[in-house]
């Protein structure tokens, strides 16, 4: 998959677009960057500007479904996720850096890392998808 297939993959979905995602950067081996440009209607206190919680694990789903999709060429739907939260991002872009740890027949796993233009890191999560082939046999 190019950059294009998953920016084309990001466009056919409502809530993709909702959270205005845009893949920066990607290698063959299931590392990406995703930018995620900061929106006040993200926010659970808006005076304050933090994160809702709700879009940095759609964030980490995404770009860790991407990862794996970007090795077995079709989209990997998420079977698990898990989220470390360390820091409450606020009025800031956000960066999901994702690696394919792992990418069997079946199941996929891999790690995202969530940050800010300086590198600040709020939430690291890992993800388990289905790489299983989606076309019938036959």
Not at 37 to 43: A, H, I, L, R, V
Not at 76 to 90: E, F, V
Not at 117 to 131: H, S
Request: a neutral charge.
């Amino acid at each position: 998959m190019t950059i294009d297939d998953l920016k084309a993959l990001i466009a056919q979905a409502e809530f993709h677009k909702f959270l205005k995602m845009d893949v920066l950067d990607l290698e063959a081996d299931g590392k990406l960057s995703i930018k995620l440009p900061f929106d006040e209607s993200y926010t659970i206190f808006r005076k304050a500007g933090a994160y809702h919680g709700g879009i940095i694990a759609s964030l980490v789903d995404v770009a860790g479904a991407m990862a794996c999709s970007v090795v077995k060429g079709y989209p990997t739907p998420t079977a698990n996720l898990r989220i470390d939260y360390l820091k409450s991002p606020a009025r800031c872009d956000l960066y999901a850096d994702a690696e394919a740890r792992r990418v069997g027949r079946g199941i996929g796993v891999a790690d995202v890392t969530i940050r800010d233009e300086n590198g600040t890191v709020y939430a690291l999560g890992r993800g388990t998808f289905n790489t299983a082939d989606p076309r019938p046999v036959g």
